[in-house]
């Protein structure tokens, strides 16, 4: 039984379905989505853990690599963390009180100069569905903010993502800054005019070329 | 600005100038017949990278630039008096939070005006713009009039109605919208749609018998793939950009169709949709490389762009620009108008590269 309704929400998350309400997909129309199971589900007993491991990550690693093979596209990837999300709700007091422990912090910002989000968006919910604690400090954001973020979650690992080729040279002084205040912290990087080379160039310790391979990144690091 | 192009005033140190027209060049080059030498596109210069070119190549503007540079498209950009921006791409105010509003700054992803509306009826409650009201039609008359019959006079309509429909909800809230919430997606899109079509209707009526060809767009790839689904695009966005299409047509232009990122899988689409040539070739996305679109489509449609902006332009060395314009010449004697695989000059691209890059053009 337990099984089942871990089966059922990886489903919901994997294919987006959010709630009962909720048209989409077509071919699960009228029937319980995320939100709805997960409640069965804790009351069945099954433990926020399970969920959290055995449904959401799983289906969110699924979400991932489907994407990086472009066999579903944003819009597909937005319903399946929104029914991520509709299921995290649940699992918030659990949260909050340490029974289930998440895999880290995950800073996230687009370096200053830069306003464009949606690649750093998109990260933010598969690194979310993967286990971690996401704080979003959004766009633009300046050395001094990153610096505070850290130096307030010693911690946590960072992201920075940049769109365009005038704006990615602002990631050196960034993490040059970061590191100064937390030396430990680790740092990845990502946006369309980013490479491997460029990101080891500037003091990066990761890089990733879609959000599968940050993901990877991150995993293996907290492992 | 007004355009002052006189070609009897510079001479071209670039290259000696070829046997066809700018127009003839570009003509044959979209149809796939030979050409004299490739045809060329500078791009659009923002206006931070204005002063290094000018300043590099000894000119007093680039009108004088793209004379010296002997590329075959002049861009004439739509007058449209909306302050601040007085720019088409930033006719709707959709956002909910203030900003630049410049139309490299526009919001996508900020909550917009039909965020929380899901009643396709209520699509009228915002106040759609009347372009007859901002588009100067005299103005627009007085530029496409001003810019010289041989070249290839283009209008930068862009007519992004799917960025706008983003924007609309917010991109995110949107590209849900589109697959939940279908009817009211498509109440927004059509309502965009119909703007450009009367803004449009209005540019070309104003520049009829002065205007060659069109850019109109919308960025549907990432640097990995297409952002949305090639059914959710057949189905929500290119009908409007059929009808976009079609306007153009039944005004003799040609149209020039942008769209950032790796967008390999809607060619075909596109082709079908009557687009004359598919810009910039985005060459480091995934799919987009010179040798792979000939491989796909070669004769079958052509193309603008090619040099890659992402990396070569910005960090190579005005050596191997000759190399990869040599490449692309190479692949494509005819089919390709070789230009920046994005259309921004930034002020990151060195002028010694520009220089490189239509030196090999013309040489």
């Not at chain 2, 060809?213 to 950009?241: C, E, H, K, W």
Request: proline share 7%; net charge negative.
């Amino acid at each position: 039984m337990n099984q089942e309704l871990l089966e059922k929400l990886s489903e919901c998350v994997e294919f987006g379905k959010i709630n009962l309400a909720s048209p989409y997909p077509p071919q699960m129309k009228g029937m319980p989505g995320a939100d709805e199971i997960t409640k069965e589900a804790l009351e069945a007993g099954v433990t926020p853990g399970e969920i959290l491991n055995e449904a959401l990550i799983s289906a969110m690693n699924k979400v991932g690599q489907k994407f990086s093979e472009n066999k579903i596209f944003v819009p597909q990837m937005l319903l399946s963390a929104k029914a991520m999300s509709a299921s995290m709700i649940h699992l918030k007091p659990f949260f909050a009180n340490g029974s289930v422990k998440r895999k880290g912090i995950f800073i996230i910002g687009t370096v200053f100069g830069d306003l464009h989000d949606i690649g750093k968006n998109l990260f933010s919910m598969m690194v979310e569905g993967a286990g971690w604690e996401v704080i979003d400090l959004g766009i633009d954001v300046k050395i001094e903010k990153f610096v505070e973020a850290v130096q307030q979650n010693p911690n946590a690992v960072v992201g920075i993502s940049a769109l365009l080729t005038t704006t990615m040279v602002h990631m050196k002084p960034v993490i040059e800054a970061i590191k100064s205040a937390v030396p430990e912290t680790k740092v990845i990087v990502g946006g369309a005019p980013l490479s491997a080379e460029f990101a080891a160039s500037i003091g990066a310790d990761g890089y990733g070329k879609n959000p599968q391979e940050g993901i990877l990144w991150l995993d293996k690091i907290s492992a | 600005m007004e355009n002052k192009i006189n070609n009897s005033n510079l001479s071209s140190p670039l290259g000696a100038r070829g046997s066809m027209t700018h127009k003839e060049r570009f003509l044959a080059t979209i149809a796939n017949q030979p050409v004299d030498r490739p045809a060329s596109w500078l791009g659009l210069p923002v206006p931070a990278a204005v002063p290094g070119l000018l300043e590099y190549f000894k000119v007093n503007s680039i009108d004088e630039l793209k004379i010296k540079l002997d590329d075959d498209i002049y861009p004439i950009e739509v007058p449209y008096n909306f302050p601040p921006s007085n720019h088409i791409a930033c006719a709707f105010k959709f956002a909910k939070v203030s900003h630049d509003d410049k139309p490299d700054e526009r919001t996508l992803t900020a909550p917009g005006f039909f965020e929380d509306i899901d009643d396709p009826t209520l699509v009228d409650t915002f106040p759609w713009p009347d372009p007859a009201l901002y588009l100067d039609v005299e103005a627009s008359r007085r530029l496409a009039m001003a810019a010289n019959p041989d070249y290839v006079r283009m209008g930068v309509m862009w007519s992004a109605h799917f960025q706008d429909a983003c924007a609309a909800f917010g991109m995110e809230k949107a590209l849900m919208v589109m697959l939940m919430n279908p009817d009211m997606f498509t109440a927004v899109i059509d309502r965009i749609t119909e703007f450009y079509l009367k803004a449009n209707e209005l540019f070309y009526e104003a520049t009829k018998g002065y205007l060659d060809a069109v850019l109109i767009g919308n960025d549907f790839g990432s640097q990995n793939g297409l952002m949305v689904d090639p059914d959710s695009l057949r189905t929500y966005v290119f009908p409007g950009t059929k009808k976009l299409i079609d306007q153009a047509k039944r005004y003799g232009l040609k149209v020039i169709h942008h769209s950032c990122g790796s967008i390999y899988p809607i060619i075909q689409d596109l082709i079908e949709l009557g687009v004359d040539s598919i810009h910039p070739i985005q060459a480091l996305a995934a799919d987009m490389d010179a040798q792979t679109l000939k491989k796909g489509f070669a004769g079958k449609t052509s193309f603008c762009g090619g040099v890659d902006a992402q990396h070569l332009l910005v960090n190579g060395k005005p050596n191997e620009i000759t190399a990869k314009v040599h490449e692309l010449k190479q692949l494509f004697p005819t089919g390709l108008i070789i230009s920046p695989s994005h259309e921004a000059i930034l002020p990151d691209i060195p002028p010694a590269n520009v220089e490189a890059m239509f030196n090999a053009i013309n040489s």
